[in-house]
C-alpha cells in the first residue's frame, strides 16, 4: 500500500503555455509513480481554458462543480454541468475550461505514452471559438 497525504501534495498554478487565464491543479497520480495513468483535479476560474491539445491514449473527464465548456475541433463548444463525464479519443483534438461567467472544476484521467507524455499542445483557443455559445 501507498498513501500519499493531502498535506504533501502542493497545488500548483497551470503554465501560461498551456492554458489562458487563472487555473489551479492538484495531481492526485503523476503517471509513473504507481502507474502510468496521470489524475489530476483541475480549477479553471472563469473564462479560463485549457489550449488546443490532443492525448497519446484518450482523455476522460469528470466535472465536480460549476459550468464548464468542452469543444472537439470542428464542432461547437458543449456546455458540461456537474456530474457529467466526457471522453476524447485518442488523438482528437480539443479543448476544455470554464464558463465566462462560471469557475469549473474536473478530474481529467489520461494514460501516458512509452515515453511519458500524457498530452501533446497546441495554439491558444481564440476567442471566437470560446465564446461561441455552448449547447
Known amino acids: 500500500m501507498k498513501l500519499r497525504r493531502a498535506e ?8 501560461a503555455d498551456y492554458f489562458t487565464g487563472t487555473v489551479w491543479i492538484d495531481e492526485i497520480t503523476t503517471g509513473g509513480e504507481i502507474s502510468t495513468t496521470k489524475i489530476v483535479r ?12 490532443t492525448h497519446p491514449h484518450g482523455q476522460m473527464l469528470h ?12 464542432e461547437r463548444a458543449i456546455t458540461v454541468h456537474p456530474g457529467d ?18 469557475a469549473m472544476t474536473h478530474l481529467a484521467v489520461q ?12 495554439e491558444p483557443v481564440s476567442d471566437a471559438d470560446y465564446l461561441q455559445s455552448g449547447s
Not at 69 to 74: D, F, I, S, T
Request: without cysteine.
Open 8 to 15: 504533501s501534495q502542493l497545488t500548483k498554478r497551470g503554465p
Open 42 to 53: 483541475v480549477a479553471f476560474e472563469p473564462g479560463a481554458r485549457t489550449a488546443w491539445h
Open 63 to 74: 466535472i465536480l462543480s460549476g459550468l464548464g465548456r468542452v469543444q472537439r475541433a470542428g
Open 85 to 102: 463525464t466526457v471522453w476524447f479519443e485518442p488523438g482528437e483534438r480539443h479543448w476544455h475550461g470554464a464558463a465566462p461567467q462560471t
Open 111 to 122: 494514460q501516458a505514452d512509452a515515453l511519458g507524455s500524457t498530452a501533446t499542445w497546441f
